[in-house]
């Protein structure tokens, strides 16, 4: 899988975790940020090039920082983790 992908694929992960760990459903993440929850599926599985302001959107509707989003460790060989 190319960096994009990972990064992508990582992000939608995150996003998934936090929005299960609220009791969310996607439908309710989908009131809570007008994005549709067909997206929000996409998103979760890093199909979909994200803009910052869906991040952003995102972020909002679950109440978490946008950064809680997107962290990614560089720290050991390169790969994301």
């Known amino acids: 899988m190319d960096e994009k992908k990972q990064i992508l694929r990582r992000i939608g992960v995150t996003i998934q975790a936090i929005r299960k760990g609220k009791g969310m459903t996607q439908v309710d993440l989908e009131?809570?940020?007008?994005?549709?929850?067909?997206?929000?599926?996409?998103?979760?599985?890093?199909?979909?090039?994200?803009?910052?302001?869906?991040?952003?959107?995102i972020a909002k509707g679950l109440k978490v920082q946008v950064s809680d989003l997107y962290y990614i460790d560089y720290s050991e060989d390169g790969d994301t983790k």
Do not use: C, M
């Not at 929000?40 to 952003?56: M, N, P, Q």
């Open 31 to 57: 009131i809570a940020t007008g994005i549709a929850n067909q997206d929000i599926s996409a998103i979760e599985r890093g199909l979909v090039d994200l803009h910052f302001i869906t991040l952003a959107r």
